[in-house]
């Protein structure tokens, strides 16, 4: 099968999949998701990709349907459907099935899978970026579903011919990307934005910092700001179809190119590990 869609254990080819309107994702994209890349039929981090997804399900109070190891184990099956071993797999949890109300309904949970060829970006070519103000949850005169202020933001880098945006606070704090973390290297030091309520916490952040901590490389868990990212020896952003990718440019200036060195030992170690974790 080249693309593949599940829905509360009905699976086919992703195109002639369907749901039911009265899904929440519909009203409220009122559910919770994770994802990451598959090689040579292994799917990388899994154990990590899905304690998130069970996390994040329950701070919205959502019970997800099957156990962790169920999952695991579905996920494996189903990447065994696939004509290619390289995907991209994405599984997500919705609150249930109902007529429109703000208010939980009493339905079991929903569970999503798909997965679609792809392959991650290997870093060896830089790309560009732009810079977007991090306005993502200050929409309150907006019905937003959710995820509108990422899709806009990705649109205006793709609209850009960029890669990524970087979002930023009011007064310069630079927080992550529309679907990724950023960081900076200065000095020899890797910096990162902390883990708190404005960031998301990627898993292939945690596997940087990890990185960073075997080759004996420092780095900081600490806010930086717009001049810092635009002064920075390199720039880089991580997620899970990106493992460690650097910048060129950022808003149409020159940025990075500063350490090469560096960031290449970093980059050619998380590759390393993801293609002995999937080998």
């Known amino acids: 099968m080249e693309r593949l869609g599940y829905y509360n254990g009905t ?17 409220f994209g009122d559910g919770v998701y994770d994802a990451g890349p598959c090689r040579n039929y292994h799917i990388f981090a899994m154990d990590e990709h899905v304690d998130r997804f069970f996390r994040s399900a329950e701070k919205l109070r959502i019970k997800i349907p099957v156990t962790k190891q169920e999952l695991k184990d579905t996920l494996n099956r189903l990447v065994k459907e696939m004509d290619t071993g390289d995907l991209f797999v994405y599984y997500q949890v919705t609150r249930g099935t109902g007529i429109r109300k703000h208010a939980f309904i009493d339905s079991p949970a929903n569970l999503w899978i798909t997965l679609n060829p792809g392959e991650i970006l290997d870093g060896k070519e830089s790309v560009g970026m732009i810079t977007t103000e991090d306005t993502r949850f200050f929409h309150c005169d907006i019905k937003t579903l959710n995820l509108i202020p990422s899709v806009m933001a990705a649109q205006k880098a793709a609209e850009a011919g960029c890669e990524e945006a970087v979002f930023y606070r009011p007064g310069g704090r630079v927080t992550e990307c529309a679907h990724s973390n950023v960081h900076i290297l200065k000095d020899g030091v890797l910096h990162t934005a902390p883990t708190d309520h404005l960031i998301l916490p990627g898993i292939a952040r945690a596997h940087l910092l990890r990185a960073c901590e075997a080759l004996g490389i420092p780095y900081k868990e600490e806010a930086f700001m717009l001049d810092e990212l635009m002064n920075a020896d390199e720039v880089i952003f991580t997620s899970s179809s990106r493992l460690c990718v650097r910048a060129h440019a950022i808003d149409g200036k020159d940025v990075g190119g500063k350490d090469l060195s560096l960031y290449e030992r970093i980059r050619e170690y998380l590759l390393n590990e993801y293609y002995t974790q999937t080998a």
Do not use: F
């Not at 699976?11 to 009203?27: F, S």
């Open 11 to 27: 699976y086919g080819p992703l195109e002639e999949m369907k749901i039911p309107m009265n899904d929440r994702v519909c009203w």
